[in-house]
């Protein structure tokens, strides 16, 4: 695993009318297309996200999505579910959308269990506001036998700006989100990011940097199919 690349998905999803309606609302049947970059701004991998359904409980909506990557060749990595919380007009992110694509080709053949926490994006954010801190735990096995546990853990996260960016999906008006994350495997890596998140759309880009300040990485959003 080279790095890991932040908020590959921060997807809105929710129902209209109801406190959580700040964000973009997505039907069942609609994907979102987010193209993976490495360092040269070559593309390395394809992410599609479909909103499957969603649920509600009082003011707590939750959303299942079907996760499906694959390579620049168009070959299928892994395809998974996820699932997506919103509480009280704030939306909260399973820290399995931060795993890094190529870390899920690397062990495509294994068996792979994870528990971790969520991020949370408030309903209202503000620049320079501090969101909390996550983490999660992978375990990989196989015939029976673990061959590594890597704990990934995001920290630092920060409301930087403002800022419209551009992207091929359009040009959406994004709060700049900063944060470090540290990757335990068999050593320690520490990389830094930026996310731009559009509140009636979720994650819009993000760029990864290494200890130096070199660009390793970038997620872009390529396209909304509604």
């Not at 993976?36 to 992410?47: A, R, Y």
């Not at 499906?68 to 919380?85: H, S």
């Not at 999660?136 to 930087?160: D, F, H, L």
């Amino acid at each position: 695993m080279k790095y890991i690349i932040f908020a590959l998905l921060l997807v809105p999803f929710l129902l209209k009318g109801q406190s959580c309606n700040y964000y973009f609302n997505l039907d069942k049947g609609d994907k979102l297309i987010y193209h993976h970059l490495d360092k040269k701004d070559k593309l390395s991998s394809v992410t599609a996200y479909e909103f499957v359904s969603k649920t509600q409980q009082n003011d707590k909506l939750q959303a299942t999505l079907n996760t499906v990557i694959k390579d620049k060749k168009d070959k299928l990595i892994t395809e998974a579910q996820m699932e997506l919380t919103c509480e009280d007009g704030n939306l909260f992110v399973d820290m399995k959308s931060y795993i890094n694509p190529e870390m899920m080709e690397t062990y495509q053949e294994m068996d792979m269990t994870m528990t971790g926490d969520k991020l949370g994006f408030p309903g209202k954010m503000h620049v320079g506001d501090e969101l909390n801190d996550g983490s999660i735990k992978i375990t990989v096995q196989s015939g029976g036998m673990t061959m590594a546990n890597i704990t990934i853990t995001i920290t630092n996260r920060k409301v930087e700006a403002k800022e419209d960016i551009q992207t091929p999906a359009g040009t959406f008006s994004c709060y700049k989100i900063s944060s470090t994350t540290k990757t335990d495997m068999m050593i320690t890596m520490e990389t830094k990011s930026v996310e731009w998140f559009a509140p009636e759309i979720g994650l819009v880009k993000s760029e990864t940097y290494d200890k130096r300040g070199n660009k390793t990485a970038t997620t872009l959003l390529q396209e909304v199919r509604q």
